[in-house]
């Protein structure tokens, strides 16, 4: 299947700063990327879908000016945790396809700890 | 899109066959079945999707059954690196597409 790598794999940040995530479609030009969040022992939870080129779609009860996502390019989609605390400590995943008639392929995931 | 439901955990025994099943009673006509499986500390991998006509690859096999209300994923000769959280998903495609994961079924393969 086509590859999708993530960047960083693991993170720890300070308590109130910033932390990037990339996603890169790495073998394929990526039409639609998606984000999820999921915590330990739980199921992978929905974040955004984004299309590059234009603005993300957030999911109910998800902070838009907290998580912000951009997909500048048919290759790279970034999320960017604004003033990270340890609540938003968790395992971040990315996912990518090639055009609506395909499938999704996933990242490797991002762990990222707050401290 | 429809929601799914699988058993939460099975075991299955090397080298034999592993069928998870799931039910999709209210999927609607234009609804995909999807199957994706973590692996701990891992991202999902895809492992094959159909609309109604039985499907096969190099991973496993997927049965829908006629009235499409079902599902079994089948993995013809379980390995010990199988063992994982198996996620039957249910979705429209095109731009409606969206991979809603539920609690998927921890398949434990046993040596």
């Known amino acids: 299947g086509a590859v999708v790598s993530q960047h960083p794999s693991r993170v720890i940040c300070k308590s109130g700063t910033s932390v990037k995530i990339e996603c890169r479609s790495l073998d394929f030009q990526a039409t639609t990327m998606f984000w999820y969040r999921q915590f330990p022992k739980k199921s992978l939870m929905l974040m955004a879908t984004s299309n590059e080129g234009s603005k993300a779609t957030y999911e109910q009860g998800v902070e838009k000016d907290k998580f912000l996502i951009n997909h500048a390019s048919l290759t790279l989609s970034t999320l960017t945790v604004t003033s990270a605390h340890p609540e938003d400590s968790s395992f971040y995943i990315c996912s990518a396809r090639v055009d609506p008639n395909t499938e999704a392929f996933f990242g490797q995931g991002t762990r990222l700890t707050v401290v | 899109d429809a929601k799914t439901t699988q058993p939460p955990s099975m075991d299955c025994a090397e080298g034999r066959a592993a069928n998870l099943p799931c039910n999709h009673s209210t999927i609607s006509g234009n609804e995909y079945v999807y199957w994706y499986r973590q692996i701990h500390s891992q991202g999902p991998q895809y492992i094959i999707h159909?609309?109604?006509n039985n499907e096969t690859n190099e991973m496993a096999s997927l049965i829908i059954t006629e009235d499409r209300k079902s599902s079994t994923l089948i993995l013809p000769h379980a390995t010990l690196r199988d063992t994982a959280v198996y996620y039957c998903i249910v979705t429209s495609g095109g731009s409606n597409y969206k991979l809603t994961f539920g609690k998927g079924t921890l398949l434990t393969v046993n040596p």
């Open positions: 159909g609309l109604k």
